[in-house]
């Protein structure tokens, strides 16, 4: 079946601004994966880390993100940023706000690994 101009459809799912350089360098095989997040209010992704960086682009709500030894990110709707890679970027991504947070995300990972690694975090020694 031939598809015609007319029959091709593009929906954008986010925009955002990465006030920043975008450089993802990666060596041999990776897997893309693209990903929608929805965190409701009060809720929060567990502490965690990533094997490749991570395009994350904020289409509504607002991402409080816990980084381990280092403090804190406030990222709002319209905004874009790129989670590092590796254990000494252990995190933990919080919605604090009134209304659900929407992200996107695109993973760029080695092939066959997880999406992230679960990390057992006392927070009380964050302290």
Not at 82 to 92: D, F, L, R, Y
Request: charged share 15%.
């Amino acid at each position: 079946m031939k598809v015609t101009r007319s029959q091709v459809q593009a929906v954008e799912l986010a925009r955002a601004v990465c006030d920043g350089v975008l450089e993802v360098p990666m060596a041999g095989a990776t897997d893309v994966v693209m990903q929608r997040i929805m965190v409701p209010p009060g809720e929060s992704i567990d502490w965690h880390y990533h094997l490749g960086p991570m395009i994350v682009v904020v289409q509504s709500g607002t991402l409080t993100t816990l980084i381990a030894g280092r403090g804190t990110r406030t990222s709002t709707a319209g905004e874009a940023f790129i989670e590092p890679a590796g254990g000494h970027w252990v995190h933990k991504g919080v919605n604090a706000g009134a209304e659900p947070l929407i992200m996107f995300t695109t993973h760029l990972i080695p092939v066959s690994c997880p999406l992230s690694i679960a990390v057992d975090i006392d927070e009380d020694d964050l302290v």
